[in-house]
């Protein structure tokens, strides 16, 4: 309310300044020659006052004042008395009116369709005082950094708001938190881990030698962690050594801490190095690492295509291509995935099984020209009959 | 509700300025008093506005208000202070919103300052300057509104980028705004009078100090921008031909002839049509700098906005006033009366030469800077205009032009003498000559051109002492006559002396880096030392410190000379967390020999750090020059007699009761 208020006082007042010359008299002035008379008589002192400090010489200063007297007299000559005050009228009446009505609808109108007029202003400072209601970590995570900027030494408020990094998937910023909590209150176990941790979800969940030795060093301060085991046992499937990963995971298995998320990954995980160790990689793609299903290329896949020999690498991508013709034989619109999967067959030599699923994506797509185009395209790029 | 008052506020000012030039213009036609004086309070008003609007933008960031999408985009609450402020304008939006604030205070200025002009002509100059406002208020309005919110407001900004956070480039915005938007003022008054179909016998003198405030501020505006290119870059250039500085220094090269010759108008009632002419260009050039810079048709350290909607919007801007102001010009000048005869050897002849390789000159940067857009845009292929071609074409003219700027102030008016004037400049000459076989002598391996340079440096200085000596008869009368004659030279004498020797100072700071400036890239590691141009440097180490909003790795470097130390030099590499990049910060040390400067690399595999060391003789004389010419300029602005007295005002009490109610 208070908003309107001061919006109709400022419309109010800038048009009473506006509109106020066309209420009073205009008031007359000297015709222009007029502006012009005075101009050469300035010039004609100015002349004559260099004339008399001797800054010009006096021939030069002769010719100046004849120059500018003449056109004095005929600037003289055109003037004639004022330039008349006209008296405004209808035009200026017309025009008040026409101001005062359509400026502030006008006005008006713009602003109600940029503004934001129901939104008061929230400055940081105010809003960092607000009651919390328990949901909004944004701001306790903003409060909390706030105090830090101001003193960043305090090692316990770092402490605090790693694990709420962590846990909103801040990751470099939870690396920071714990880096700094660790030089200013010491190393622990869980500081360790959490930090081991971050550093691996920030690579996309790579681990790295430094994220190594943080997790080696905060199983060395507590061994019953989880978390830290987990990873590193990665880390070494990550280095190619599955049969060292498997028997990490098979004795983590074997042990009571580990809860029921945990479990089903490992598994997972185990299955998948397993089919690796025998040559017949994983099922699906859905190995990650992951406390909360930690997400990000399958590096493992790919550093163990670039160590394999020939023949597994065929392998490998076979069964690449196999899940994927399953996944699309189930009946998908996923264009890309049936253009790559005729592509994959070609390559593979697979002159049928690509003839099968150039036909098969094809009545998939049925109805769909653009779709039908690209597929005919990549047929006729291969050599395939369409 | 700050916010949304200053929104409001933006949006009244674009209706005053519609006002602000409806009704004045037709007040004009009709020869209605009433309709032509609204233009007076419809400038201030509008100048009220948009400051009202400024200062609440500015409210927003100064208290972290991250529902104003623009904060949220360009600010953090982390930010020092300074840089919270100077955020407002850093942003696209921000700066446009500048733009229009200095726009409305040139215009509130006239309506306020400018009771000795004729009120036709002031309603006209504030009509147009009106029409400028309505055009970039909807342009801000439409594509580029500061006061945009967002609800619900995040709790973090996501920073200013930090090769911006620097106090050089905090104020050099605003300069260069104030140049660029002053010559507005030329360009109104020149349409003004073409609307009128007259010029007055005072036009130039009342364009003249708007257009020498204007180009003040831009050289300052210029020359701070260099001198962060310079720090900040951490090469040591200064200057790189890039299109963003071309877009400034374009109006900048315009202005400075036009201030020529409204010169020659004011004086002797000559070059009118030029100067009205003159006065579109350069005010053309600083639309299309500001087109170059918002528009993001260049990619490069300036371009920091880029959106074609916008570009498309001010092209529009652009050819319409641009367009106008030249059809207007084509179909209006014919009615404007020549006035002034002289002789081509004469103070009008120089300037008049003056006039044309400014503009010549003026055309090969515009073309450099405007072949590569035309040629991407036609082919698509990229290239880039640099040094060698500027070298080729903007230094031949300019050499003569520089050359010649001694004689100018010392012929007469209407018909001079040169041989008088180039008697007078012998010792000037002689200096010049001496100069440069010391040089010479100095430095025997080449380049062989730089002496010559250094030589017209002095040649410049001297002759503009040459001037102020000739006028005071400095040599020919007795101490009491010289001391009077000191004390009554006009203010202006010294001014134009000033800038003329500013000019001269800065060529000599231009040649001398150019030419003997020296270099090393090394990789050091601590411990190790390097020597460059009598300096041993030594390397301690690196060491990591924690600023306001970024952390750094210091470098400390121990200087010394003749094996005694006098100082240390830390330059550092920032890096800013919340933006996510990095920034150089040379160490520089400042002797009168020139500058040492230190950049500190990235660290190599072996642990060293690469480091590269330059040597830049005589560099702080090209802002030590810029200075001086803007300091010469305020001197000119201060002398009193371009200050132009009214006739008298038959405003009488009759008038005011008859006038209609």
């Known amino acids: ?386 | 509700m700050i916010a949304e008052v200053g929104h409001y506020a933006l949006i009244l000012a674009l209706g005053v300025a519609i006002v602000q030039t409806v009704l004045p213009l037709i007040g004009t036609r009709l020869r209605d008093p009433q309709l032509t004086a609204v233009a007076v309070p419809a400038a201030q008003a509008e100048f009220i506005l948009i400051g009202f609007a400024f200062l609440a933008l500015m409210t927003a960031y100064v208290t972290s208000d991250f529902s104003v999408a623009n904060v949220w985009q360009n600010s953090h609450s982390a930010k020092p202070m300074l840089y919270k402020i100077s955020g407002v304008w850093g942003n696209h939006e921000g700066s446009m919103l500048l733009w229009v604030l200095i726009l409305a205070l040139f215009g509130a200025a006239v309506s306020t300052f400018g009771k000795n002009l004729p009120r036709q002509l002031q309603a006209n100059v504030l009509a147009v300057q009106g029409s400028i406002a309505v055009a970039f208020l909807l342009f801000i309005i439409i594509t580029s509104n500061p006061f945009m919110r967002i609800d619900p407001a995040p709790f973090d900004g996501e920073g200013l980028n930090p090769v911006l956070q620097d106090p050089a480039l905090a104020f050099h915005p605003p300069f260069l705004y104030v140049g660029y938007v002053g010559f507005s003022m030329a360009f109104s008054f020149a349409v003004a009078a073409l609307i009128d179909g007259r010029i007055d016998a005072a036009w130039a003198r009342w364009v003249r100090p708007w257009t020498l405030a204007a180009w003040m501020c831009l050289t300052l505006g210029i020359a701070m921008g260099s001198w962060w290119a310079y720090y900040e870059l951490g090469w040591g250039g200064f200057w790189f031909w890039d299109p963003v500085e071309n877009a400034s220094f374009m109006p900048w090269l315009a202005g400075t002839a036009l201030l020529h010759s409204a010169l020659v108008m004011e004086k002797r009632d000559a070059l009118k049509v030029w100067t009205i002419l003159l006065a579109i260009i350069t005010f053309s050039l600083s639309l299309m700098g500001t087109f170059l810079v918002r528009s993001g048709v260049l990619t490069s350290v300036h371009a920091f906005a880029v959106d074609p909607e916008r570009g498309v919007f001010i092209l529009a801007i652009m050819g319409v006033f641009i367009g106008g102001a030249l059809v207007l010009f084509a179909w209006r000048a014919p009615l404007l009366t020549q006035g002034g005869l002289f002789a081509p050897i004469s103070r009008e002849g120089s300037l008049v030469l003056n006039n044309l390789l400014l503009t010549v000159a003026c055309a090969a940067v515009l073309v450099g800077t405007l072949y590569p857009l035309a040629l991407e845009a036609l082919t698509g292929d990229k290239i880039s205009v640099g040094a060698p071609f500027f070298n080729l074409t903007f230094v031949p003219l300019i050499v003569p032009l520089l050359i010649a700027m001694p004689f100018g102030p010392l012929l007469a008016w209407k018909r001079g003498d040169l041989l008088a004037a180039a008697q007078r400049l012998t010792a000037a000459a002689v200096v010049s000559l001496a100069v440069i076989i010391v040089v010479l002598a100095l430095h025997q391996n080449g380049p062989w051109l730089a002496p010559l340079g250094i030589g017209i440096g002095v040649w410049l200085i001297v002759g503009a002492a040459t001037e102020i000596a000739y006028r005071v008869k400095m040599f020919d009368a007795s101490g009491e006559e010289v001391w009077r004659r000191l004390r009554n030279l006009p203010r202006a004498a010294y001014g134009g002396a000033l800038a003329h020797a500013g000019v001269g100072v800065m060529v000599i700071g231009l040649v001398a880096t150019s030419a003997w400036r020296e270099e090393r890239i090394v990789a050091l590691a601590p411990g190790g030392s390097v020597d460059i141009a009598g300096y041993q440097l030594t390397f301690k180490g690196v060491a990591p410190r924690i600023g306001p909003n970024y952390r750094e790795r210091v470098g400390t470097f121990v200087i010394s000379r003749g094996g005694s130390q006098f100082t240390v030099l830390h330059p550092s590499k920032r890096e800013f967390t919340v933006e996510r990049s990095t920034t150089t910060e040379s160490g520089i040390h400042n002797g009168w020999r020139g500058d040492l400067y230190v950049v500190l690399g990235d660290q190599l595999k072996d642990g060293a750090f690469s480091v590269r060391v330059y040597f830049n003789p005589l560099v702080r004389l090209i802002w030590i020059g810029a200075l001086v010419m803007f300091f010469g300029g305020a001197v000119s602005l201060s002398d009193r007699r371009l200050r132009v007295g009214a006739p008298k005002r038959a405003r009488t009490k009759a008038a005011m009761a008859t006038g209609g109610k």
């Open chain 1, 1 to 386: 309310m208070l908003l309107w208020v001061i919006l109709a006082g400022l419309t109010a007042t800038v048009l009473f300044f506006l509109l106020r010359p066309l209420a009073g008299g205009g008031g007359d002035e000297p015709a222009r020659e007029a502006f012009n008379a005075a101009v050469y008589r300035d010039q004609l002192e100015e002349v004559e006052s260099d004339r008399a400090r001797g800054l010009i010489p006096e021939a030069e200063a002769e010719a100046a004042r004849i120059e500018v007297a003449r056109r004095l007299l005929a600037a003289d000559a055109k003037k004639s008395g004022t330039g008349g005050a006209q008296e405004g009228g209808r035009p200026a009446r017309a025009a008040q009116i026409g101001v005062a009505l359509a400026l502030p609808l006008a006005v008006l109108g713009v602003y109600l369709l940029y503004g934001s007029p129901r939104l008061p202003d929230q400055p940081l400072a105010a809003r960092l005082q607000e009651p919390v209601n328990g949901e909004n970590i944004a701001v306790l995570v903003a409060r909390v950094e706030a105090r830090l900027r101001a003193h960043p030494e305090e090692g316990e408020g770092w402490d605090a708001i790693a694990p709420v990094y962590l846990s909103v998937r801040s990751f470099s910023a939870a690396a920071e938190a714990y880096a700094q909590a660790i030089r200013l209150l010491g190393a622990s176990a869980k500081r360790l881990s959490g930090y081991g941790q971050a550093l691996v979800l920030e690579k996309d969940g790579v681990v790295t030698e430094q994220a190594r030795t943080m997790l080696e060093r905060a199983l060395s301060l507590d061994a019953t962690l989880v978390e830290p085991r987990v990873l590193i046992a990665i880390a070494k499937e990550q280095d190619g050594e599955y049969a060292a990963a498997v028997k990490d995971w098979r004795g983590l298995l074997k042990k009571d801490g580990a809860d029921e998320a945990w479990r089903a990954m490992v598994q997972t995980r185990i299955a998948n190095a397993e089919a690796h160790l025998s040559g017949q990689p994983q099922q699906d793609g859905t190995d990650m690492v992951s406390p909360e299903g930690l997400r990000g290329p399958n590096a493992s896949d790919i550093e163990a295509a670039q160590t394999l020999s020939p023949v597994d690498r065929q392998a490998l991508v076979e069964s690449m291509v196999q899940r994927l013709a399953a996944r699309l034989e189930q009946g998908s619109d996923d264009l890309p995935g049936w253009l790559r999967l005729v592509r994959a067959y070609t390559v593979l030599d697979r002159k049928d099984d690509a003839q099968k699923a150039l036909a098969r994506a094809k009545s998939e797509f049925a109805g769909n020209a653009q779709a039908i185009e690209q597929l005919d395209a990549l047929a006729a790029e291969l050599g395939l009959k369409s």
